[in-house]
């Protein structure tokens, strides 16, 4: 086999020099010349062979220190330079050599000191071209973490070399990566992997004995010594981090942990395990880490089962739809129903949703699935139409998927025209989590579909992060609280139903109706009535039921919505609550302790005070229908004498007034005349409007 010629390029305004050199390069190499930098570029861009180059510093047009220049801002700028030159000064050499000049010969050449120069940096370049090939093959080129190949390959040495060590392989990810980058874009999507790259690489610089690298688009792996503190501790920087990291969206990762209790399995296997264990956190807001438990892998095969039979399930109508009322708590009679999916399996029986929605949510079978929901709920609307039913709101449930599909305002347009369906019959539910995952994609969404008449229920109220956030930013329609709300550690002092009142009673100022779900006891029903919830829906009421169950439980009942029971409540609202200059000068220009009231069930407290108020009674004092809050320092004799003023000014909705005697801090007694006026009601309580004057304060001062 003929041994391999490599080129050099020559580059020499002296056409002597050129000869010479020709002459003694040709008997190894290939020899092209030029007569100046920008021919010898010219060149390179068109023959792209070249090995070496032999570069003259002093020449016309352009000289050899602006060539290395251009060289090395080129695609060529790996090519070894030996610079040629009569000058034998230090200066020059060391100029040469900062401008990227690989060696350096002085003339008169001597052909055998040239030839093996030349031959030394073709085989250094060649090393270091071999060297970055092989690099390039192990690592990934966005973030220079070791490549899946090389981390299984690494791993397999590390675990082989310390036998006695137990080691932990460790996989995460983004929940819904793809999302993040379509829409911050694919640069900014670039920039969160190198951070994330980097926080892994800081972590691992911090272990004795550990492999990483970055498996494929947004998935990493370490391994490390098993130690359950330290992976939680990195698990739980590594989220933390992420939140910071972009406060506009929120970033989910995952992680799955498999304990290598058998080191000699493939690395393939462990990561397969690894990623098991990370799907068990997909869609969670709690849980961000998990271990592989050998279960997993059979609840992995119960799942292909389910997607392998997915298609012709939907094509064969096997999922119906089930209907669960919600019901008109003042009333307690029915008011519409919340559609749900069940699959009808033919050999099965009736399959659990909760077994086959986050298989569908997980591979995006979800979206076809609801449009199926949507379109049966619509023909069942457009049915009882026919039949002369006037029927009450059929909500549907709607996956974060399809909240990103930019046809979605289209589609359902479209089917309820098709059908002849008002939008406000068919309601749309989606779950606050969804709205966490996107806020900005979410609202513009909501605003649309809003715009296009339909009726947005919050699913799940309260199980996120950002509740308040999400009631400030989103005009949403309906809220749907759970009562597992009402759960926990803190339920049996009460916390959480204060909780609960709060926020009905905040969703009423701002004229939100509220549905508790989940209701089953008769308890739950009383309380519910108590603080003034407007709907329910749950077992003590009805179960999820087919529609022919439905249709006979409402036949002949007239499903009529909870009424309101506000009275002047917007001009209420933008009074009570503003904070405008405007209102404040006005409120706080009155010379006399004022505040405003809300008055029920026989109690009242303090919504807001003036600036005279705190400066009477002092700042955060109150007076109130509770005889053990600090602020009230009523007898029972002088508050059951200013109930009986709130009770008529609220009956009556006149004017009232009482005198009565309040003690001071200090034990002293005051008199004190109040002053009532009625305002305006909201869906719990009538709000008055309270003047208090100092009956021992001479008239006038």
């Known amino acids: 086999m003929a041994k391999e010629r490599f080129t050099v390029l020559i580059v020499e305004d002296q056409p002597m020099n050129r000869e010479i050199l020709r002459n ?43 060539f290395l220049k251009k060289l090395a801002e080129s695609p060529f700028s790996s090519l070894p330079v030996i ?215 059979e609840k992995v095969l119960r799942e292909q089962h389910i997607v392998n039979e997915m298609q012709h399930a939907l094509d064969a109508e096997e999922f119906v739809v089930y209907l669960q009322p919600k019901y008109n708590l003042r009333s307690e009679t029915p008011y519409g129903a919340e559609a749900l999916i069940r699959w009808k399996h033919p050999e099965r029986g009736l399959v659990s949703p909760g077994e086959f929605i986050p298989v569908f949510e997980r591979n995006g079978f979800i979206g076809k699935v609801d449009y199926y929901m949507w379109e049966k709920v619509c023909a069942l609307l457009r049915r009882w139409i026919d039949q002369g039913v006037e029927p009450a709101p059929v909500s549907v449930n709607m996956s974060r998927v399809n909240l990103y599909n930019p046809n979605l305002i289209a589609m359902l347009t479209e089917l309820v025209h098709r059908y002849g369906i008002p939008p406000r019959l068919l309601n749309l539910e989606l ?36 509740s308040l956030n999400t009631l400030k930013n989103i005009p949403v329609d309906v809220l749907k609280i759970d009562m597992k709300f009402l759960s926990g550690e803190a339920a049996a002092a009460g916390r959480n139903e204060c909780i609960l009142a709060s926020v009905i009673r905040m969703a009423g100022w701002l004229e939100i109706p509220v549905i508790m779900e989940g209701v089953e006891t008769q308890n739950q029903v009383e309380f519910l009535k108590s603080i003034g919830c407007g709907y329910v829906q749950g077992y003590y009421f009805a179960k999820p039921m087919p529609v022919a169950d439905y249709e006979a439980l409402v036949r002949g009942v007239q499903q009529i919505p909870a009424q309101s029971l506000s009275d002047n409540h917007r001009a209420m609202t933008e009074t009570i609550w503003s904070a405008s200059p405007q209102i404040n000068l006005l409120f706080n220009s009155i ?45 029972t004799q002088s508050l059951q004498t200013v109930l009986a003023a709130f009770r008529k000014t609220a009956e009556t909705r006149e004017s009232s007034r009482c005198d009565y005697v309040q003690l001071r801090p200090d034990g002293s007694k005051i008199s004190l005349r109040l002053d009532l006026q009625y305002w305006g009601a909201n869906e719990k309580a009538k709000i008055l409007f309270a003047l208090f004057t100092d009956l021992q304060q001479p008239v006038g001062r």
């Open 591 to 635: 010379r006399q302790p004022a505040g405003i009231y809300e008055f029920d069930n026989g109690g009242f407290h303090t919504l807001r005070v003036n600036a005279s108020f705190n400066s009477f009674f002092g700042y955060g004092e109150s007076i109130s229908s509770d005889l053990e809050s600090a602020g009230s320092r009523l007898s």
């Open 431 to 466: 779950t606050e989590s969804a709205y966490m995952e996107n806020p900005s994609v979410m609202e513009k969404a909501i605003l649309g579909l809003q715009k296009a008449g339909f009726i947005i229920l919050m699913d799940d109220f309260g199980s996120g992060y950002s």
């Open 83 to 297: 610079v040629i030159t009569g000058d034998k000064d230090e200066a020059t050499e060391q100029k040469a050599l900062d401008y990227g000049a690989w060696d350096f010969v002085s003339k008169p050449y001597q052909p055998n000191i040239l030839l093996l120069r030349l031959k030394n940096v073709i085989v250094r370049s060649q090393y270091y071209l071999i060297s970055e090939m092989q690099y390039a093959y192990e690592h990934d080129t966005l973030t220079g973490l070791c490549n899946r190949a090389r981390f299984f390959a690494d791993t397999r040495k590390l675990l082989d070399s310390h036998p006695g060590i137990r080691f932990a392989l460790m996989r995460m990810d983004i929940d819904q990566f793809h999302i993040f980058n379509s829409y911050w874009g694919e640069e900014e999507g670039n920039r969160l992997l190198r951070y994330m790259a980097d926080e892994l690489r800081r972590f691992a610089g911090t272990q004795e004995f550990c492999t990483y690298g970055r498996i494929n688009a947004d998935t990493f792996c370490l391994c490390i010594p098993y130690d359950a503190d330290v992976i939680e501790r990195y698990a739980e920087a590594t989220r933390r981090g992420l939140a910071d990291y972009n406060r506009n969206y929120l970033i989910e990762p995952s992680f799955g942990v498999y304990i290598i209790t058998h080191p000699e399995i493939k690395i393939e296997a462990m990561f397969e395990c690894a990623m098991l264990a990370a799907k068990e956190c997909k869609g969670s807001f709690i849980t961000h880490l998990r271990y592989y438990q050998p279960e997993m892998n």
């Open 24 to 66: 003694i390069v040709e008997t190894e190499y290939d020899v092209l010349e030029a007569e100046n930098g920008r021919d010898a570029l010219a060149l390179l861009a068109r023959r792209k062979n070249v090995s070496a180059i032999l570069l003259d510093i002093v020449m016309p047009v352009m000289d050899g220190y602006t």
